[in-house]
C-alpha cells in the first residue's frame, strides 16, 4: 500500500501522519509531498525516515492513495493527474466538496454511498463533520425542519500563519497577520471570505455542505461562524427543530448510540465538551443537550470536537481505511 500525503508539512498534513500511525494503517511506501521550498526535508514515519518531494517527483511513483491537504488550487491542478495514475485521492480542500459527481463523505453518516468508481473523494469542512455526525441519527429518527448554528472555530483552521499571529501577539511581537484584527484575547466573527449575501463562505459552506451529505436540499439551516483564541478544536451551538414530536429522553438515547459520537451532559458536575477536553481525540462530543423553552419540538446543543482530527485528518484516513478494507486499492 503506497499512501502520498500532499501537504504534509502542514499542520492537517502532519496530523494525517499521526492518524495513520494510531489507525495502525499499512503503509509499504510513504510519499510526503510538499512545495519546492520543502523538498528535500526529512520526516519520521512509523520509525523510517522519509524525504519529502515535490508534487511533480511524487506523480513518478505508484500511488494507490493520495491524502490531499494543500490548498483548492493545488486540488484542482493534480488530484486528476493522480487518478490517472490510478490512485484514490482524499481532498480535504473545498475544490470538489460540491461537484455532484463527487461524494462528500462522512464515514459515519454516508460512507456507503461510495462506490468504487469514486477516484476522488471529498472530504467535508472541519465544522461541517462535526455537526453531521451529531445531527445524522437524530434528522433520521425525527427528521429536522430548521438549523441555527453559531460556531466557535478555532485559529488552528486558519493554519500555521493564524497560530503564529496569536504566539506574536501574545508576547507582544510584530509579525505577519492572517487575520485583520487581532487573534489574541478575541473574537472574529469572520472566517473566510465575505460573499455578496452578507454571509461568509465558510457560513454557506456548513449550509451547502449539510444539505449534500445529509440528502435534504430542502433543509433550512442558518449559521453564524466566529474565529476564536482556541487551540483545541471547534466548538458549535446548534438550536434544532423537528418536524416530529421529540422526547429529550429519546433524543439522549439516540445521540448516545450514534457512531463516532460521545455524549458529555452531566451539567450538575460542571461536565460538558470543551476544546480542552476534545483536543487530539478522533470522537465528536455533545453535550448541554435540552429542550428550547421557547419554541415546540426544538432544542439546543452543544457539539465539540479535534478540527485537525476528526475534522480533517481522522476523517481522511477513515475514508482510506474504508477503500483498504473493500479491497479496492
Known amino acids: 500500500m503506497n499512501i502520498a500525503v500532499v501537504g504534509v508539512t502542514g499542520m492537517v498534513g502532519r496530523t494525517m501522519l499521526k492518524v495513520l500511525e494510531e489507525q495502525n494503517i499499512s503503509v509499504d511506501e510513504l510519499i510526503p509531498v510538499a512545495s519546492e521550498n520543502s523538498a528535500g526535508q526529512s520526516i519520521t514515519f512509523s520509525g523510517k525516515v522519509w524525504t519529502v518531494c515535490t508534487i511533480e517527483e511524487a506523480l513518478k511513483h505508484k500511488i494507490d492513495i493520495a491524502l490531499f491537504s494543500a490548498g483548492g488550487d493545488i486540488s484542482k491542478k493534480y488530484a486528476h493527474d493522480f487518478v490517472k495514475i490510478g490512485a484514490y485521492v482524499i481532498d480535504n480542500s473545498s475544490a470538489f466538496r460540491m461537484d455532484k459527481d463527487v461524494p462528500l463523505i462522512v464515514p459515519e453518516v454516508n460512507i456507503t454511498s461510495l462506490q468504487p468508481k469514486d477516484k476522488i473523494i471529498a472530504n467535508p469542512n472541519c465544522s461541517t463533520i462535526q455537526l453531521v455526525v451529531a445531527l445524522h441519527d437524530l434528522h433520521k429518527k425525527f427528521v429536522i425542519d430548521r438549523l441555527i448554528i453559531s460556531t466557535y472555530q478555532s485559529m488552528t483552521g486558519t493554519g500555521k500563519k493564524a497560530v503564529q499571529q496569536y504566539e506574536n501577539e501574545k508576547d507582544g511581537i510584530s509579525g505577519d497577520m492572517a487575520y485583520p484584527h487581532p487573534i489574541y484575547m478575541n473574537c472574529i466573527p469572520h472566517c473566510d471570505i465575505f460573499l455578496e449575501n452578507g454571509y461568509t463562505k465558510e457560513e454557506m459552506k456548513l449550509v451547502r455542505e449539510s444539505h449534500k451529505i445529509l440528502n435534504d ?95 480533517a485528518a481522522t476523517n481522511a484516513v477513515q475514508i482510506a481505511a474504508y477503500l483498504i478494507e473493500n479491497n479496492w486499492c
Do not use: C, Q
Open 217 to 311: 436540499p430542502n433543509l433550512r439551516i442558518t449559521a453564524t461562524a466566529v474565529r476564536v483564541p482556541v487551540l483545541g478544536g471547534h466548538s458549535e451551538s446548534v438550536n434544532i427543530s423537528f418536524k416530529n414530536d421529540i422526547k429529550l429522553s429519546e433524543v439522549m438515547d439516540t445521540l448516545s448510540a450514534a457512531s463516532g459520537l460521545i455524549v458529555l451532559d452531566d451539567p450538575n458536575n460542571n461536565l460538558y465538551p470543551m476544546p480542552l477536553y476534545a483536543h487530539n481525540k478522533d470522537a465528536v462530543f455533545v453535550g448541554r443537550v435540552r429542550l428550547d423553552e421557547s419554541n415546540p419540538r426544538t432544542i439546543n446543543m452543544w457539539i465539540v470536537a479535534d478540527n485537525l482530527r476528526k475534522g
